[in-house]
C-alpha cells in the first residue's frame, strides 16, 4: 500500500489547532493535527451529498439563493449544484483560505471542480457573519461545520448551533426558507433546539458512503411563511 504524503497545512483561524491535508494515490484526507482520525475523507462523502439534497430538492424558488457553511472537500457544493436550477446563486462561505486553495489544486478534481460553476461565489468568512450580513437573504442555508453541533476544532462553532445562532440562521433565511446542519453524531438536544427557535424539523440519518458504512446525521429545519 502506497503511504500517505503530506500536502499541506493550515491554521484554524480562533483554535490552536491546524487543518493538514493528506494524499495517498487517489485518496484524500483532511485531519486535525490533534485528532487520531480523519476530519474529511474523499472516499467517504454520501452524507455530505446528502446533506444538500435534503436541504434542496424541492425548494421551489426558480432562482434559489443558498450558502453553503463549510466548503470540506467541495461535495456539498458539487451536489447542490446538480440538484440547483441554473439560475441559481450559491455563496459558500470558508473560513480556512487554504481549503479553498486545495480546492482550486490537489483536491478539485475529487467532486468534479464544483468551484468552476459560474453559479458560485467563495468568501472567506465565518458562516456566522455572512447570515448576519444577509437578512432574509437566502432561500436554504447548509452548515457543514466542524463535525457539527458538538464539533472539536473551534469553540466559536458554538454560536451557529447555539440559540443566538440558530435566530440568525432563521433571519437570513426568506419565508419557506432551509436550515440544514451535518453532523458526525446524532445530537438529539439539538433536535429541541431547532424546533425551540421556530423550524418545522426533521432528523435524517444518511451513511457515510452511499448505502454502506455508519450513519451519520442531517437535521433539515423549515421556516414558516
Known amino acids: 500500500m502506497k503511504p500517505w504524503v503530506h500536502l499541506g497545512s493550515a491554521p484554524v483561524p480562533g483554535s ?34 446528502a446533506l444538500a439534497e435534503l436541504a ?3 425548494l421551489g424558488a426558480a ?4 450558502l453553503i457553511g463549510g466548503l470540506g472537500m467541495g461535495f456539498t457544493l458539487a451536489a447542490a449544484l446538480r440538484t440547483l436550477p441554473a ?36 468568501t472567506v468568512a465565518d458562516v456566522g457573519e455572512v447570515t448576519r450580513a444577509h437578512p432574509a437573504g437566502f432561500d436554504a442555508i447548509l452548515l457543514d461545520v466542524d463535525n457539527g453541533p458538538e464539533g472539536m476544532t473551534r469553540a466559536a462553532n458554538d454560536a451557529l448551533y ?3 445562532g440558530l435566530t ?17 453524531e446524532h445530537v438529539p438536544r439539538f433536535t429541541d433546539a431547532l424546533t425551540r427557535a421556530g423550524f418545522t424539523t426533521q432528523v435524517h440519518h444518511p451513511r457515510a458512503r452511499h448505502g454502506k458504512g455508519g450513519k451519520h446525521t442531517v437535521w433539515t429545519g423549515r421556516k414558516g411563511g
Not at 489547532?17 to 485518496?27: A, H, S
Not at 440568525?168 to 458526525?184: F, Q
Open 162 to 164: 447555539g440559540p443566538r
Open 87 to 122: 439560475a441559481a446563486q450559491v455563496t459558500v462561505a470558508e473560513l480556512v483560505p487554504e481549503v479553498v486553495t486545495w480546492n482550486h489544486g490537489p483536491l478539485g478534481a475529487v467532486a468534479g471542480h464544483p468551484l468552476r460553476d459560474p453559479r458560485v461565489t467563495v
Open 63 to 66: 432562482a434559489p439563493r443558498v
Open 168 to 184: 440568525t440562521a432563521r433571519a437570513a433565511l426568506r419565508p419557506g426558507g432551509v436550515l440544514a446542519v451535518w453532523s458526525v
Open 56 to 58: 434542496l430538492t424541492g
Open 16 to 49: 490552536p489547532d491546524e487543518l493538514q491535508l493528506w494524499q495517498r494515490d487517489t485518496e484524500f484526507s483532511i485531519r486535525v493535527r490533534a485528532a487520531p482520525y480523519d476530519l474529511m475523507n474523499s472516499r467517504q462523502h454520501g452524507s455530505e451529498e
